[in-house]
């Protein structure tokens, strides 16, 4: 079982920038054979997918709603991914999950079928606040 623990969530103005981070636990293959990725949950609504971060090159992929405003990076040494978000916005506020495949060289699915529990890891969440 991969464990991924996600770590800097808050409360912040809209406006302000947060830095999320996620640690997987060791995996079969190296941590860099994995897609790695963001999805939210607000109130009342479905999961939805932030950002990727593919393995190999690197290749980012953002929802439209936060595309240019966050940034999604990987440090395959120390097993992290990490959510820059800047220019916060009361929409942004959900519970923000760390996620990836369970299998090596797999794309994140992101979107339909949706991701499920059978395909994909999740992290425990990380709360998100934006006040206006």
């Known amino acids: 079982q991969v464990q991924l623990v996600e770590s800097g969530g808050g409360s912040v103005q809209a406006g302000a920038s947060l830095r999320l981070s996620c640690a997987a636990s060791r995996r079969t293959l190296s941590f860099s054979s994995y897609d790695m990725g963001w999805f939210r949950r607000a109130p009342g609504k479905e999961r939805e997918f932030v950002a990727a971060?593919?393995?190999?090159?690197?290749?980012?992929l953002f929802a439209d709603s936060v595309k240019g405003r966050f940034i999604i990076s990987r440090d395959n040494a120390k097993n992290t991914v990490s959510l820059q978000m800047n220019s916060l916005k009361g929409e942004d506020t959900a519970v923000y999950y760390c996620?990836?495949?369970?299998?090596?060289?797999?794309?994140?699915?992101?979107?339909?079928?949706?991701?499920?529990?059978?395909?994909?890891?999740w992290g425990q969440g990380t709360q998100v606040t934006v006040s206006s």
């Open positions: 971060i593919s393995w190999g090159a690197g290749s980012t």
């Open positions: 996620a990836t495949p369970r299998q090596a060289y797999r794309r994140l699915r992101i979107g339909s079928p949706p991701a499920t529990d059978d395909d994909t890891y």
